[in-house]
């Protein structure tokens, strides 16, 4: 299901999830953001932490 709108709450929990899958030693990659979403991640610098794809050609941009 599409997500439009991220509330603090929904950040809180995405940086908690973020959190819980690298110490497993995994990766968490958004799939294809809406344009509202992108630009909250990029407003509050978390866009550096999610591997992120977006472009629907297996081109995932990974957090540096």
């Known amino acids: 299901r599409a997500v ?3 509330d603090s709450s929904g ?3 995405l940086i908690a999830l973020h959190h819980r899958v690298t110490t497993a030693g995994r990766v968490l990659v958004l799939r ?3 344009r ?3 630009r909250l991640l990029a407003i509050t610098k ?3 932490m999610f591997a992120i794809d977006g472009a629907g050609d297996d081109t995932v941009r990974w957090p540096t």
């Open 36 to 38: 509202s979403v992108t």
């Open 4 to 6: 439009d709108f991220i």
């Open 46 to 48: 978390l866009d550096d």
């Open 32 to 34: 294809n953001p809406s």
């Open 11 to 13: 950040l809180h929990a």
